[in-house]
């Protein structure tokens, strides 16, 4: 069975750090891809950043570059999402997701993802 439980979120003041982690299970989690969205209230769902474990591709939405920072432990079948400098902006409930690739695949679409974390929710007061 495939799962992903992602951890980490909790209340920071704007510009303080939050690290998540999305513990995988039930797939070859070196072999796949592992993406971060965010839905904030009324809000459709983003991408945020994903890290493509076969390469070690990386891609960041414009809005956390330079902030934001998407890493893998193989040996732990975990991937983390540093976020530093947050903003109030930022606050939303945060999900990890993967799943098979295909001829068109883009992981920045949440769409294109196939098993869902149950989210956790960063709150940045202002």
């Known amino acids: 069975e495939v799962q992903l439980q992602a951890s980490g979120g909790g209340l920071v003041q704007a510009g303080g750090s939050l690290r998540l982690s999305c513990a995988a299970s039930?797939?070859?989690?070196?072999?796949?891809?592992i993406g971060w969205f965010r839905q904030a209230p009324g809000k459709a769902r983003e991408g945020v950043s994903y890290?493509?474990?076969?390469?070690?591709?990386?891609w960041y939405h414009e809005s956390v570059k330079g902030r934001f920072t998407i890493s893998s432990d193989n040996a732990k079948n975990t991937v983390y999402l540093q976020m530093n400098s947050l903003k109030p902006e930022d606050t939303a409930v945060y999900y990890c997701?993967?799943?098979?690739?295909?001829?068109?695949?883009?992981?920045?679409?949440?769409?294109?993802?196939?098993?869902w974390g149950q989210g956790t929710l960063v709150t940045v007061s202002s």
């Open positions: 890290i493509d474990n076969r390469d070690v591709f990386t």
């Open positions: 997701a993967s799943g098979p690739q295909y001829y068109n695949t883009d992981y920045r679409r949440k769409n294109d993802y196939m098993w």
């Open positions: 039930g797939f070859t989690f070196a072999h796949y891809a």
